[in-house]
Nanobody
Framework: QVQLVESGGGSVQAGGSLRLSCAVS????????AGWFRQASGKEREGVAT???????KYDDSVQGRFTISQDNAKETVYLEMNDLKPEDRGMYYC?????????????????????WGQGTQVTVSS
């Protein structure tokens, strides 16, 4: 059974940084694609960053150059390094994973192709 558990959320001032972690278990060989999505109050869920099984990453334009998605060597944890945070980055951040070979670009805008989701971690950015 696949399980994803996020951590690392919190409250920071604009310009600050946070690193989100997603502990992933249940994949026998660690070969999965992953993504980070966020949902602000009253808004729809949106893709933030994805990492496909080829190691290719894709970012939403709003976070390009500020956020970095990565995976540890053991492929047990997926990270989202967030720098220069802005108030519009606030929201609940969700980690997702799947075995699909779909591209990072496709996955960023098609969250339904992820089969497993974490419970989310809250990010608050004050101006």
């Amino acid at each position: 059974q696949v399980q994803l558990v996020e951590s690392g959320g919190g409250s920071v001032q604009a310009g600050g940084s946070l690193r989100l972690s997603c502990a992933v278990s249940g994949y026998s060989d660690g070969r999965y694609c992953a993504g980070w999505f966020r949902q602000a109050s009253g808004k729809e869920r949106e893709g933030v960053a994805t990492l496909d099984r080829s190691g290719i990453t894709k970012y939403d334009d709003s976070v390009q150059g500020r956020f970095t998605i990565s995976q540890d060597n053991a492929k047990e944890t997926v990270y989202l390094e967030m720098n220069d945070l802005k108030p519009e980055d606030r929201g609940m951040y969700y980690c997702a994973a799947a075995l699909t070979w779909l591209s990072a670009g496709w996955l960023l805008t098609h969250p339904s192709d992820f089969r497993s989701w974490g419970q989310g971690t809250q990010v608050t950015v004050s101006s």
